[in-house]
């Protein structure tokens, strides 16, 4: 199975910054990993799909990169509802696995 | 508006069995795979079974191969999660979630859960 490591598995950050989430493999693949957003109690939230396109309906400062072992989740400019956890999820084999997930808290 | 309504969820006794359904609508239900995601208290989301479009294709994860089996009815636009020998290990909200393509790929559009408890 394919084990996706995040990094950081918790940050604290303010309104207005430039947060990095970094998602690394256990092997390598092209494209199939997505992005969500969850917030307590509710089911997770496609942020980007298919490593670097931003569903529709998401605001523009998330964006996602990368490719081979290593993905990026980018928010460029925190807002205060994007405040929750963090996912990343691959398809490109199966059983099909999330991270473990990156918590975004309020500093 | 796609709305994906899972039902059939409850406390059941180690052992025994459960199943689950999820009533999709406002997409074409027969053109996408599904899956079910489960969320154990605390933790993060553990991907369960995926089914294509057509029911052809099934995929499990190692921990539910041989308990839990997933189908669906495509003239009823519903996905079902048959689970049996249920262990405490399976209490965990279940979401059904709908596939961007016909098989597993990127997941947009999920279900607001069910839980399901395991206790005797």
């Known amino acids: 199975a394919i084990q996706l490591t995040q990094s950081p598995s918790s940050l604290s950050a303010s309104v207005g910054d430039r947060v990095t989430i970094t998602c690394r493999a256990s092997?390598?693949?092209?494209?199939?990993l997505a992005w969500y957003q969850q917030k307590l109690g509710k089911a997770p939230k496609l942020l980007i799909y298919d490593a670097f396109n931003l569903e529709s309906g998401v605001p523009s400062r998330f964006s996602g990169s990368g490719s081979g072992t290593d993905f990026t989740l980018t928010i460029s400019s925190l807002q205060p509802d994007d405040f929750a956890t963090y996912y990343c999820h691959q398809f490109y084999s199966f059983p099909i696995t999330f991270g473990q997930g990156t918590r975004l808290e309020i500093k | 508006q796609v709305q994906l309504v899972e039902s059939g969820g409850g406390v059941v006794q180690p052992g025994r069995s459960l199943r689950l359904s999820c009533a999709a609508s406002?997409?074409?239900?027969?053109?996408?795979?599904m899956h079910w995601v489960r969320q154990a208290p605390g933790k993060g989301p553990e991907w369960v079974a995926v089914?294509?479009?057509?029911?052809?294709?099934?995929y499990y994860a190692d921990s539910v191969k041989g308990r839990l089996t997933i189908s669906r009815d495509n003239s009823k636009n519903t996905l079902y999660l048959q689970m049996s020998s249920l262990g405490t290990e399976d209490t965990a909200v279940y979401y059904c979630?709908?596939?961007?393509?016909?098989?597993?790929?990127?997941?947009?559009?999920w279900g607001q859960g069910i839980q399901v408890t395991v206790s005797s």
């Open positions: 979630a709908k596939d961007r393509r016909v098989e597993a790929s990127n997941l947009d559009y």
């Open positions: 092997q390598g693949f092209n494209n199939a």
């Open positions: 406002g997409f074409t239900f027969s053109s996408h795979g």
């Open positions: 089914i294509s479009h057509d029911g052809t294709k099934k």
